[in-house]
């Protein structure tokens, strides 16, 4: 399966018919896994290497400007469209810029999933949350202010959380990773909800880290 990068000019004014686009050869089973970034970036998996249909894409939007990696063991490189040019360039296989390139694709595209499987997640925790909290009675919601709150603004933080892959990565391991960041943030400020979020998430992650390999190290000590 052919790992893929895509980037185009975010402003560009074919953007959203090339997303929309991409999203329709996802539908119709051409690519699969495709992940869209801020900035004008997406990454997907395709059967074989997709600079055809990308191509016919460039046609398709005035011929702007696409770039396009892929990494599938055996080619890297980018290709550029232009008003229906295509100009090709692939560096020497095994070479150092070679592996750079191979080995970019390949980080943009595991960062990106991962990032998309975490924020699939949280929407999904958070629906759990709000099924939850429809059920409450106005006392209990009352009693529950404090808690509610801090779900709303670290869902909100938590939602828009893309350019730290660390934390993410992290994140990604909890099953429910709102309800573990929201009862970590409440227990580190009391009902003071005005710090700074990202010197909590931090703190938050080194402790989620450290607990996990605590944990491995247990393991490996009871299995020798």
């Known amino acids: 399966m052919v790992q893929n990068v895509v980037n185009w000019e975010s402003e560009w004014q074919h953007a959203q018919k090339l997303a929309d686009s991409l999203r329709q050869l996802e539908n119709n089973g051409s690519i699969q896994r495709l992940c869209f970034m801020p900035g004008g970036r997406a990454c997907f998996r395709s059967g074989e290497r997709a600079d055809k249909f990308l191509y016919d894409l460039s046609w398709q939007c005035g011929g702007k400007v696409i770039s396009h990696e892929w990494f599938d063991g055996e080619d890297c490189g980018s290709f550029l ?9 692939i560096p020497p296989r095994e070479s150092p810029e070679w592996y750079n390139q191979t080995r970019d694709v390949t980080d943009k595209v595991k960062t990106w999933e991962t990032c998309a499987a975490f924020h699939d997640k949280l929407d999904s925790c958070w629906n759990a949350y709000l099924a939850k909290c429809r059920g409450l009675s106005t006392s209990q919601i009352q009693d529950r202010a404090v808690e ?9 933080r938590l939602s828009i959380l893309s350019w730290h892959k660390t934390w993410i990565a992290l994140l990604n391991l909890l099953d429910d990773p709102l309800e573990t960041v929201r009862d970590a943030w409440i227990a580190a400020r009391g009902a003071n909800l005005e710090r700074n979020f990202e010197f909590d998430l931090s703190y938050i992650t080194e402790k989620i880290d450290c607990e996990r390999k605590r944990g491995c190290e247990v393991e490996q000590s009871q299995s020798l």
């Not at 509610?148 to 909100?156: L, N, R």
């Open 81 to 89: 469209w232009q008003d229906g040019r295509k100009s090709e360039y």
């Open 148 to 156: 509610i709150m801090a779900t709303v603004f670290c869902y909100g």
